[in-house]
Nanobody
Framework: QVQLVESGGGSVQAGGSLRLSCVGS????????MGWFRQTPGKEREAVAV???????TFADSVKGRFSISKDNAKNTLYLQMNSLKPEDTAVYYC???????????????????????????WGQGTQVTVSS
């Protein structure tokens, strides 16, 4: 059974940094699509940083240049390094995973156009990040 457990959230002042971790069990990170999403009350869960099927990362425009994503396959751990945090980064952050899929031409993919919540089947419990001004 796939399980994801996030940690590292907390409260920081604007301009500060946090690093989130997500430890997975029940599967191998190297065979799965992984990413980070966030959600605020009344809004849909949005992708923050995810890995494409080729292992390259993609970021939401709002976090480009400030956030980075990495993973340690040996430890089944996914990270999100968040720098220069802003109050608008305040949200619950979720780790997400799904099996790599194949299209009609047998090409691997994690999502089609943009990463959506529906592209991922497995979720962590979420960790709160609060940025004060």
């Amino acid at each position: 059974q796939v399980q994801l457990v996030e940690s590292g959230g907390g409260s920081v002042q604007a301009g500060g940094s946090l690093r989130l971790s997500c430890v997975g069990s029940g599967y191998s990170y190297s065979n799965y699509c992984m990413g980070w999403f966030r959600q605020t009350p009344g809004k849909e869960r949005e992708a923050v940083a995810v890995f494409r099927s080729d292992g390259s990362p993609t970021f939401a425009d709002s976090v480009k240049g400030r956030f980075s994503i990495s993973k340690d396959n040996a430890k089944n751990t996914l990270y999100l390094q968040m720098n220069s945090l802003k109050p608008e980064d305040t949200a619950v952050y979720y780790c997400a995973a799904n099996q790599v899929r194949k299209n009609y031409y047998s090409d691997s993919y994690c999502y089609t156009a943009v990463p959506l919540q529906t592209d991922y089947n497995y979720w962590g419990q979420g960790t709160q990040v609060t940025v004060s001004s």
